[in-house]
């Protein structure tokens, strides 16, 4: 069974360039193994990511990142079963901040602000979707 879950968290410190690769390239090496596809979204501290896969595999993955010291305030805003990825082209996708459109920030919250814990994580979704829609998730593989 498909589940798709997304989850929001702040950054327990400061989350260098380095630091971000480094998550980057061990979800990319250790997820395809577990069949695990999603896209992460990094910004002024704070992680909006998405996790698809076996629910299995996806709870375990969320217990090992809700423990993660990188990561605090862990919050679940979306969990469900699905019949189908929508992420199925990332072991894990990043948004690319930098390709954002302002206003598209501003389409699904009150500021041009990622904060996804002042939206719904339905909002947060419809965000991500655009964003591929868009070409804004880069790094792929």
């Keep these: 069974m498909l589940v798709r879950l997304m989850y929001a968290s702040r950054a327990a410190t400061g989350m260098g360039p380095e630091a971000l690769a480094a998550i980057l390239r061990q979800s990319r090496s250790a997820n395809p ?6 896209v992460l979204c990094y910004s002024e501290g704070i992680f909006l990511q998405v996790l698809e896969g076996g629910r299995g595999a996806v709870n375990r993955l ?7 010291p990188r990561h605090r305030g862990s ?3 979306l969990y469900e079963e699905v019949n189908e990825r929508r992420f199925a ?3 894990m996708g990043q948004v690319a901040l930098s390709r954002l459109n302002p206003s598209l920030l501003l389409k699904y919250s009150e500021t041009a602000t990622l904060d996804p814990f002042v939206v719904s994580g339905t909002v947060s979704m419809a965000l991500f979707e655009e964003l591929v829609a868009t070409a804004s998730v880069a790094c792929q593989g």
């Design 62 to 68: 969320y217990n090992r990142i809700v423990a993660d």
């Design 33 to 38: 193994a577990h069949g695990i596809t999603g």
């Design 89 to 91: 082209g990332w072991a």
């Design 75 to 77: 919050e679940l805003m």
